[in-house]
């Protein structure tokens, strides 16, 4: 009987405590998660780090062969420099490309005149507040030659670390070093292979042994150190983590680039919108850098961010996808503690006016520092000329912020009579539409959002007309295609041939690369085919569906043979200009039957990002609310084993 009661006693007290040591268990992850975003909680390197968001690159300047204004950009001046803090900017990245400056072998030295101009711009970029970053950049080019120079290539970086690591050995820890400027060592941008890993370990290491015995204040130094190709990979991320834990130093910084899921980045493959899987890229590459490193404790640089496309023009990309690339990307960066330093090589900020080319773009990113900004489906309402004048309906996506005004020009709206907000879907009434409407075609009004927080967003109120395309004679060399616009703009460009199979470079997809391939010129009325798409077209007959952002499909056909390339279009051509439909709408890229586009934006984001949770957030509501029965649980049993006696 006594063996019988203890046993029940020790039942009891067993499943008590089972209960309870669950309910802590459950606990522990949103304890962490509270930590790991509590700035009193972050090591001394990610307070540090925390310090230089947002960043700033100088690029396409002391990176560029020969002299710094042979990519076009204008001389740095002191106040450039001062402009850009004065921008709110807290650190500087400044890619120095030290071939053509270094000395043969085997003292490699430096061109002394290069490194003072160096030194100065270091010096008021410090003067001014900034924390500054410096770096072997385009130097990657001649390290790519380690796998068949091991030596050489070794000797050369270990002889330019030496001396810069010496001549700026008493500059104060707010003057960092970054190793080298996305490393690689073969073609592939993609190849991994273990020597390559050995290699940027060897480059790696070597350095932070040269920085750290160099003497003066470099013994404490921030170093940063890339993995291939600064890429997000995991097994990069991997490989990078192992070689800065052999490091065992507390003074070291992860870096890795960010350009943006790919077909997006350049806007190929149909990707022509921010939508669901460019937003997950967004994500998972953020994601594998935090957990394996932030969560860890060492801090993480975003290096270089923005678009490949803007490489062609800022254009490439539709301007409302670019806004909410940057919104959602810098939420998203702060959500995972990143810092981001944003690459410019002169296209946003105009370095001889000191004000910003595209000032949304840097408006939406310095309101994501502090908040989420609201934005919609789309920037642009097309209307066709003279169809009726219809209501449109615009699904938006709020960030959980309210809607305070919409304004044209002076004009303040009125709720209920010129737009009505219902949820999240704005309704501009086709009284509205109408007034706003001229006799031209394109851009008649914008009407601008403000929101209870945030950057504002506009829509463009467009009118257009069915675009037209003619017949030309032409080579692969130089071909146009005779365009008259009406309005409308052109969102991407599919090829295939006649016989089947996707035409042009890129074959993987039938929708070619803006501004590789195609880029239209709606000021001079025609669409460039560039040499690059002819130089992988086979003769014969290919069909182009010209796709606008109107929802318009424009057909046209090339006869192609040999050198000589014949357009049909036109009343020439059998083409079939298709229209989703005649009533106004939300620009969108229609389509076709026998591809499809990437899906839409959502209308809608998730309650998780209305309430500005992170994923560690959520986990916590859902852990709390576990514990929270667990807490019942427990009680309920002990209540019942007690009154059944089993606790006596």
Known sequence: MALTNVSRKMAAVT???SLLVSLCALSIPSRVEAAQNDPASRTKMQQY???MQPGWNLANTFDAPGSETAWGNPVVTKELIEAIAAQGYHSIRIPITWEGRIGSEPDYKLDETFMKRIQ?????SLDAGLYVMINLHHD?????NMTTDHDGVLNRFNAVWKQISAYFRDYPDKLMFESINEPRFSDDWNKDTPEYFTMLDELNQSFFNIVRHAGGKNKLRPLVIPSITANHSQARLDELYKTMTKMNDPNLIATIHYYGYYPFSVNMGGSTTFDETARADVEHSFDRAYHTFVE???PVVVGEFGLLGFDTSVDTIEHGEILKYFEYLTYYAKQRQLTLMLWDNGQHFDRSSFTWKNPDFYEVMHAGLQSRSSNALSDSIYLKQHDPVKDVSMPMNMNGNTLTEIRVGDRVLTAGTDYKLDGDQLTLTAGLLQSLLTDKLGDNAVLTCT???GAQWSFHVIQYNTPQVRSVEATRAMFIIPTTFNGDNLATMEAVYAAGGNAGPDDWTPYKQFGKSFEPDPAHNYITLNKEFFDQVKDGEVLL?????SGTVVDYKLVVDGNKVSGIGGDDSEAVVSETTSEAKPAAVEKTEET????????QMEDTDDQETSEGEAEALWFSAGGIVLVVAALGVALVLHRRGMFR
């Open 596 to 603: 499809t586009l990437s899906s839409p934006p959502i209308a």
């Open 120 to 124: 100065e711009v270091i010096d008021w």
């Open 545 to 549: 569906k010209l796709h606008f952002w």
């Open 49 to 51: 780090v925390a310090s």
């Open 15 to 17: 499943l008590v405590v």
């Open 296 to 298: 860890k404790g060492i």
């Open 140 to 144: 990657s080019n001649w390290v790519f």
């Open 451 to 453: 929101f209870s927080a």
